[in-house]
């Protein structure tokens, strides 16, 4: 989702650079957590109307996001496990 965000920042199609962060929830519950949020800089005001058009764009482009950083990343992941490589 990071690789996504990213490409999603560079063909400037968000107002803010955004991040993911793996979180806690409970000790019992084995599941991976993560939060999405904006990243602060002094240089940049984080403006509520930008960021909700951002969360539009980021969830409008998770249904090809998350399928084709996976492709990716079994793509180098098979050249990394391959033999004779």
Avoid at 30 to 48: C, E, I, K, N, Y
Wanted: hydrophobic content about 40%; aromatic content about 4%; overall charge negative.
């Amino acid at each position: 989702m990071a690789d996504g965000l990213k490409n999603l920042e560079f063909h400037k199609e968000l107002s803010t650079r955004w991040r993911v962060v793996v979180t806690f929830s409970d000790a019992d519950n084995l599941a991976t957590t993560f939060s999405l949020g904006p990243v602060r800089t002094p240089d940049h005001a984080l403006q509520l109307p930008a960021l909700q058009q951002d969360v539009l764009v980021i969830a409008r482009s998770l249904g090809a996001m998350i399928p084709g950083e996976a492709v990716s990343l079994q793509q180098e992941t098979s050249k990394t496990l391959a033999p004779g490589c």
